[in-house]
C-alpha cells in the first residue's frame, strides 16, 4: 500500500480487524520510510460495476460516490453514519449480486429511493427533488400527494390483512 505522506510504495501492517459492520476490514499501516501512520479499509468486491449514465456514457461504480449522493440529503438530519453505511452497503450488495456488471443510473436511483423512504422521509424528498429533476413547486406538491396517497392504500392493505 503507497504511503499517502511520502509516496513510499510498501507499508507495513501493524493491526488488522474487522470494521464496525464486518463488511470490511480495518487495517493500520506504518510506512518504513517516513514513520507515518495510517488507516486502510479493505471490502470485498464480488463483481467490477460498470454505471450507465443517461447520456450513455459509462464510468466505473464509485462506492464513495453513492455515499456522498445519500449524504447529501440527510444533512441535518437525526441518522447515524453507520446507518447510512449499512444503506450503502446494501445497495452495493443488491447491485453486485444482481449479476449484471452494467448498472444503470436510474437503477441505482431507485434503491436510493426505495432505502431513504424508509430510513428518512425529509431526506427522501430532498433526494427525490433532484432525482426526478423538480422544477416548481407544483412537483413537490404532486410528489407529496403521491406519497400520502401511498400510505393510505398500504394502511388499507394492512388493517384488511388484519382481520
Known amino acids: 500500500m503507497k504511503c499517502p505522506f511520502c509516496g513510499e510504495i510498501d507499508s507495513q501492517v501493524k493491526d488488522s480487524r474487522p470494521s464496525e459492520d464486518s463488511a470490511s476490514i480495518r487495517r493500520r499501516r506504518q510506512c518504513p520510510s517516513c514513520g507515518a501512520r495510517f488507516t486502510t479499509f479493505e471490502r470485498v468486491q464480488i463483481r467490477e460495476l460498470t454505471v450507465v449514465k443517461n447520456d450513455g456514457t459509462t464510468q466505473p ?47 441505482i436511483g431507485s434503491m436510493v429511493m426505495d432505502a431513504l423512504s424508509t430510513l428518512d422521509q425529509i431526506a427522501y424528498v430532498r433526494y427525490a427533488s433532484v432525482y426526478k429533476d423538480f422544477r416548481e413547486t407544483t412537483d413537490f406538491n404532486e410528489f407529496l400527494d403521491d406519497i400520502k396517497h401511498l400510505k393510505v392504500v398500504a394502511d388499507k392493505a394492512a388493517t384488511t390483512s388484519k382481520e
Open 61 to 107: 461504480f464509485d462506492r464513495d460516490k453513492l455515499m456522498r449522493s445519500i449524504q447529501t440529503p440527510m444533512r441535518k438530519r437525526p441518522v447515524q453514519i453507520e446507518q447510512l453505511e449499512k444503506v450503502v452497503t446494501s445497495i452495493v450488495r443488491q447491485l453486485e449480486s444482481s449479476g449484471e456488471t452494467e448498472v444503470t443510473t436510474k437503477q
